[in-house]
């Protein structure tokens, strides 16, 4: 295996001894160009002799990850600006970075902007396709073009969302191959065939028609959202044009029984992909209450039919709506965080939400989360119902006051709730604990006082489930 590719850490590496040294940006100048990519990692300046006593460099933890997202942004001057960013905080203004409107930094805020956002492409875009092998195994491949250099960050994500399939995603960067066990970066030459069409291909076409709602599509925010540069890779964009010209009755008259039929058979492809979910029948056309009609779509629990342990957060927000999972957004990072603090796996464990479709208002041109209803989180509760009987776990963590009042109809307070022994009908063990909102939206010293109280109810949690036998 190899990469030879010149990578943030042979940067750090190269520039940490100019920088010690006190050497200027303007006194370096970065080798690196396009030609040089693959067959260069190391020497990566060219100036006088080397520094020869280096001083200890502590550079701060928001820089270096400011500097690392900066190595993905696909421009020969990365090298450069982040040489000058670093010099500049050692050397001139520690504060730089609060400064938006100081020329470097805005520009490299734009840069880790646009290298996120391309991130959050490959995550949402990334179409894999099966190729079983002679010996009948199934693998999947994906081929994706990102903006940037961002194969590395980006195939993180999918290790832990596709742990248990061999994958390979190729990009003309090279490819991340993974064999359920390890991560490995390869060449472009090594990154094998891209496999010809196949029958999930119809399947994503199907999907994408049955889950698009031409009636509220708005070409200029769907651009945005999909721009036409990954259109090219995604089989379903071949139907976004024939979508645009139809209307919503029109597409409505279109829901044949064959469709309906291929629509089952791409969302249990999608399920199948994520090896995940129970599903739910029935919740992506539930209209008992109002909040499906301004949401994308009902965000189902995901976990695997097994689990013995499941969280239940309030209701899907933003990111979660977008994406169809629950807990991807910002309170999904802390929850993650609390769980590995936890020592729980997520891909081991049941998550879900109290109500399913999210609730908002507008606030200008974003969508703010509206708590549900206590009406609405009983109307709800059959989809919980459900998935609770089909994974009949042993331990649930309710995430939050609206998950306990839909898990045990009791309205107190989580402060009060996490001491005491309570049962959900089905026969479960109930814990209440701090929603991951609630960490997001504390101040001062309460935000590490709750994270710590949500791990700890966490572990606790974990420790109720009893060890298969
Ligand atoms: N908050 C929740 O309660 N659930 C989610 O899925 C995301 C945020």
Redesign the pocket.
Known sequence: MIDRRFTFETWRDTARPWLAAGHKADEIRWLETASELTERATAGVEAGSMPRTPHELRLPRPLMLLLENLAYFRHDSRWELMYRLAWRVLYENPQLLADPAEPDVANAMSMDRAVRRDIHKMHAFVRFREIVTEGGESSYFAWFEPQHEILRPGAKFFVKRFPNMRWTIATPDGAAVWDKASLQFVAPQFAGERPANDAQEDLWRTYYHCICNVARINPTAMQREMPKHYWRNLPEATEIPALMKHGGAKFAARHTESDHENFTGARSLRRSLDQLHVPVEGVQTCRACDIWKNATQA?EGEGPPSAKLMLV?????D??DLQGR????P??KVLNDALTAAGIQRSEIY?T??VKHFKWEARGKRRL?KKPSSGEIRICNVWLRKEIETTKPTVIVA??A??LSALHGSSFSIEAARHLDLTHPAGARILATF???AILRAEGERAPILRTALVEDLKRASRLVPTPT
């Open positions: 965000v957060g309030e209701q899907p927000g990111e979660e629950p807990f991807v957004g309170a999904g998550i939400n109290a989360h995430l939050g609206s998950a929603h991951p909102s």
